[in-house]
């Protein structure tokens, strides 16, 4: 089946330091996968934080940047400085277009700044 | 508003008994969701109402129910709790096959 698999948490940095997250799915039943970036803020519910539909395609949002690569089949995300607000879990996804958008997450990645 | 409404955000049930957990969107998405997620453990779809469709995941066809008896209300049924359905239960809620929304979970202990 489908897969996501991302960074194992917790991830420590100090504020203004840069941000990588790394992704990597597997899409066995999907030939052209959607992909997602959620954040989920303490005492929020999850909220999508960029997406990109086409391979080679970069998605940014809120500072934060990924790029679709379907030859490494991953889908990082970055942040060139990081601040404190951005503590939060984050989770990386993929999706069928044409088949209700059906969510695979990966666990999650726990990311705390300190200031 | 792109806001999703569960409730309860926090229920406690017994072995054995039921549980009924409610989600709530006002945006006239076409499409409701429940995924359960397990501490560690990434988010799993258990099912989803398209319309008045329901289709639920091979893996979760028997252990959970739901209705949908209006556009705006979606319900998670759990004929009776074992210990293994305690976990969080995400709501989302789309439209056109779009941008999934989520509510902020009811958290599920069973004891």
């Known amino acids: 089946g489908d897969s996501v698999t991302q960074t194992e948490g917790p991830v420590t940095v100090s504020e203004s330091e840069s941000l990588i997250i790394n992704c990597t799915y597997s899409?066995?039943?999907?030939?052209?996968?959607?992909l997602f970036w959620y954040v989920r803020y303490p005492g929020e519910g999850l909220q999508l934080l960029l997406k990109v539909i086409t391979a080679g395609q970069k998605g940014s949002s809120r500072g934060f940047e990924a790029t679709y690569n379907k030859e490494t089949t991953s889908f990082h995300l970055q942040k060139a400085s990081v601040q404190e607000s951005d503590s939060a879990v984050y989770y990386c996804a993929l999706g069928e277009s044409g088949s209700f958008n059906k969510l695979t997450f990966g666990a999650g990645t726990r990311l705390a700044v300190c200031p | 508003d792109t806001t999703v409404k569960q409730n309860p955000r926090y229920k406690l049930a017994r072995v054995g008994k039921p549980v009924n957990l409610i989600c709530s969107q006002t945006m006239n998405h076409d499409t409701m969701y429940w995924y359960q997620k397990k501490p560690n453990q990434a988010p799993k779809l258990l099912l989803f109402y398209y319309d008045k469709i329901l289709n639920r995941e091979a893996d979760t066809f028997e252990k959970f129910q739901s209705s949908r008896p209006n556009n705006s209300f979606c319900s998670l049924y759990i004929g009776s709790a074992g210990l293994e359905y305690s976990a969080m239960y995400l709501c989302?809620?789309?439209?056109?096959?779009?941008?999934?929304?989520f509510g902020p979970g009811t958290r599920l202990l069973v004891l």
């Open positions: 899409a066995t039943s999907i030939a052209y996968p959607n």
């Open positions: 989302a809620s789309s439209f056109n096959q779009d941008t999934q929304y």
